[in-house]
């Protein structure tokens, strides 16, 4: 899964077809449970460590319900695979599903995380180009790291319309992101999801509930935590010295900027002082001369990538926060349990 670690899947044109346009966003997201668990079992087959799996979401959309019945992964390939076509991937498997009477409509596709990080140029390039050819398609976000210690983490997002306009107009300068008036919170939007199952799959899973010991039941009571909470605060370290940089490289731009407006403006005051003097000598004044020539102004550094990084570093701190708030929880709760005995 190398080339799948760098850039996110292909949406074609083809595909667009297949969905609709919604008068309103996307409010809520339906998933079969049999769709987590293919998520799941990706994973499991493909994904190692901090290894990214994607795959392909089907369903169909009903009023402002986006429902998820099916999916499909993409294959593990190498970048030595250089014939591999996602796009025809893509098209040939949903017309196999089509055969079979199966929900083939493109609306979306999946990614797993590694310690919630997912807030990066190519998820978010990729999930533009599938926005943009379906108007409700989403991307599930998968971490395997929090679904092992007892509970599910499945998220859908989508980019917010200012996020869209600014993606389609490809202004990521300062002034462009200043004028849209855009900042890391305004960048995705959360989507809340349900998980529904068939009345049969129910009493299945109540069986299987039924008939499960009680130690598979204790995952959410453990204590330890130090690992998990280590790595994050490395991350997020990492982010944080990714986004001083980030800083380092604007404030250099914004002293380069100053810098030469300070010299073209006493470039015009000489100008006009040595007019003024030919001017009372009797003499014709200086040819004008273009100015933006002489001084080009230097490039602005893109922020795009910084409000990216700011958005990942917002996610840390949040991931923290929550791992932190429910080991409080069972820390206090031990104690209690300690104290009584």
């Not at 499945?154 to 996020?163: F, N, S, V």
């Not at 926060?321 to 820390?331: A, I, P, R, V």
Request: glycine residues 6%.
């Amino acid at each position: 899964m190398a080339s799948r670690k760098d850039s996110g899947p292909a949406a074609s044109t083809g595909m667009a077809s297949t969905g609709g346009t919604l008068d309103s966003p996307v409010k809520q997201i339906q998933i079969e449970g049999l769709v987590v668990l293919k998520i799941i079992k990706h994973y499991q087959e493909e994904g190692q460590g901090s290894e990214v799996v994607q795959g392909v979401l089907l369903g169909l959309v009903v009023d402002d319900r986006l429902e998820i019945t099916n999916c499909f992964p993409f294959p593990q390939h190498t970048e030595d695979d250089a014939d591999f076509d996602e796009v025809q991937y893509q098209m040939e498997m949903m017309r196999s599903l089509r055969h079979v009477n199966i929900d083939h409509l493109h609306v979306g596709w999946y990614q797993s995380t590694y310690y919630g990080s997912f807030v990066s140029r190519a998820l978010l390039d990729s999930q533009f180009s599938y926005q943009h050819a379906i108007e409700e398609s989403v991307v599930l976000i998968y971490d395997p790291i929090k679904t092992a210690q007892g509970s599910l983490s499945l998220k859908a997002y989508r980019l917010t319309p200012k996020l869209m306009e600014i993606c389609k107009e490809k202004d990521f300068t300062p002034e462009g992101l200043k004028k849209a008036n855009i900042g890391f919170e305004h960048m995705f939007e959360e989507v809340p999801i349900i998980i529904k199952n068939s009345h049969l799959i129910n009493v299945l899973m109540w069986e299987l509930e039924d008939k499960s010991t009680v130690a598979d039941k204790h995952e959410l009571l453990n204590l330890s935590s130090s690992n998990h909470l280590e790595k994050s605060l490395q991350l997020l370290m990492d982010r944080v010295d990714d986004m001083s940089q980030d800083i380092v490289k604007y404030n250099t731009y914004s002293r380069n900027l100053s810098k030469q407006q300070q010299q073209k403006h006493q470039y015009l005051q000489r100008r006009q002082q040595e007019n003024a003097q030919r001017q009372s000598r009797g003499e014709p004044p200086l040819p004008e001369e273009d100015i933006t020539k002489m001084f080009k102004p230097p490039q602005p550094p893109p922020r795009m990538d910084t409000l990216l990084i700011a958005g990942q570093i917002n996610n840390y701190c949040q991931n923290v926060k929550e791992f932190t708030s429910q080991n409080l929880g069972k820390l206090f709760m031990a104690e209690a349990l300690q104290g009584h005995n």
